[in-house]
């Protein structure tokens, strides 16, 4: 790479990052009419950055097991690094 010219590498990750948020709100709004209802509003704060870290993690869990409590509770995957913070656990 010369002086003055653009990183190659920059240029993808910029693009990448371009492309990506292309259509973010679309893909949102068809991503919250597949959710439950009750998990909705936890899903568009964490997706619109206004949930405070807690239900960001909250929509996190669910997403990840399916919009399911339960199985956010009994989640098995002890070393995700969100496993200790996961809602919905057993008190013991
Ligand atoms: S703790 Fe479990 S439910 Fe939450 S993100 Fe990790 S794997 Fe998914």
């Known amino acids: 790479m010369t002086k ?3 990183d190659p590498l920059i240029l993808r ?3 990448a990052l371009r ?3 292309e259509g973010r709100s679309a893909r949102i709004a ?4 597949n959710i439950p209802v009750a998990s909705r509003l936890t899903y568009k704060k964490a997706t619109n950055g206004t949930a405070s870290p807690r239900m960001a993690i909250k929509a996190m869990c669910m997403e990840c097991i399916g919009w399911m409590r339960v199985e956010v509770r009994d ?3 002890v070393c995700c690094p969100l496993y200790l913070y996961r809602p919905y656990q057993k008190k013991e």
């Open 13 to 15: 990750t910029k693009e």
């Open 4 to 6: 003055g010219t653009p």
């Open 75 to 77: 989640c098995t995957a």
């Open 30 to 33: 068809e991503n919250l009419a």
């Open 19 to 21: 492309v990506a948020h």
